[in-house]
C-alpha cells in the first residue's frame, strides 16, 4: 500500500486526516477519491461507521461525503471485528449473561452495561452500589473507572493485530457479587462513591451524580480543595484561578464549617485583598448559608442572610484572574 501523497508531519508520521493525529504504522488506510489521496486511521473509521450504523445512517467518508467504497467499508469492519470482546457475566444464583463491547469502551460503562443487562427493566440504580465486580477475583475499584478497557490490564483487553480477527472473540469473564449490609458495604461505597463521583462528571451523567448522597458529593469537593490548599505553593493568583476552575468543573458545594476549615488552610503569605476574594469564593460554596450569620467574621461575606457574590465582586475578581472566562465559570451559580 503506498502512503504517496498522505500528509505527514516534520518527523515523517502520517496524520490522520480527520483527526490529524499520527497514525500507528499497522492502521494506516488509503482512500484515493478522484486524483487525490486521504490517508486514515482505520481506527478512526471505524468509530465513524459504528456511531453511523447505531444512528441509522449510511457510513459516509467524511472528507468526500460520499459512502465508502464496497471493500473499505469491509476492511472497516473486519478491523471492527478485531476490537470487539465478549463479557461474560456470572452472579451468585448461577446465571449467566454476556454481551460484546469495543476495547474503546472505559470500565465504568461496561459496568454500567452489566447492571442493565443484570436488571434490565429496573431503572434504580442507586442499587448499583450494592454489587462489587470481580475480574480475575479483583475488584473493579482497584481500577480508575475511565480507563479504556484496552488500556487495562485485564487478560484478553489489549487490542489484537487485524489479522487475528479470524481466532474469534476473546472473552472476559466479570463475577457479579453482592454485598450484604453491615461494614462491608460501607467499606465498599466509601471507594466506590467517590469512582462513579468522578466517572459521572467526566461524562454528565448527571441522573449518576444524584444517586450519590449528597453528603458524601460535599465530602469528595471539599476534599479536593483541602489537597489543593494543603500541596499549593505557587503564586497566590495562580491559586485563586485553579480554585474557580476546580469549583467550576465539580460544581462544587460545601458546607460551612467546611468552608471555614478550607480558609484556615489559605496560605499565610496572602495579601488581605487576595484572601478577601478566595474566602469571598469559598463561603459562595455553602449550602447552609444561615449558619454563616453566626460569626463575625463571616458577616462581612455575608448579604441577605447568605453570601452573594455581587457585581463589584465579580470584576474584582475578573480584574484579577486574568484569562479565566468568569463567566463562563459561574454559569454553576449555586443554586440553594
Known sequence: MSTEGCQHDENDNIID??????????????????GTVNCFDIETL???????TATGRQPINP????????????????????LKR????????????EFTVDVDLTIGDII???????????QNFDTLFDYDFLINAKSIYTMDLLTPLRESNIPGSQTLHAEAGALGIQEIPIDVVYVFQGPRIRDLRKIAYPKWYQFAKAKGLDWLIDTIPEDVRQDINYRQIADLLYNYSGPAIDLLTILLKTIANNHTKITSRQARTLIGMLPFNLDPRMFNLISHVLYSRVIDKYNLTRGLIEREYTYNEGLELTPEIEVEIMQNVPGVDWYSLYEIQPEF
Open 17 to 34: 486526516s480527520i483527526t490529524q493525529d499520527i497514525i500507528p504504522p499497522n492502521r494506516i488506510i488509503v482512500i484515493p477519491s478522484k
Open 46 to 52: 471505524y468509530k465513524l461507521v459504528r456511531d453511523s
Open 63 to 82: 472528507i468526500t461525503q460520499t459512502p465508502f467504497p464496497p471493500d473499505i467499508l469491509n476492511k472497516i469492519r473486519n478491523y471492527g471485528d478485531t
Open 86 to 97: 465478549r463479557i461474560i457475566i456470572r452472579t451468585p444464583d448461577g446465571r449467566r449473561y
Open 112 to 122: 454500567l452495561e452489566i447492571f442493565r443487562h443484570r436488571f434490565p427493566n429496573f
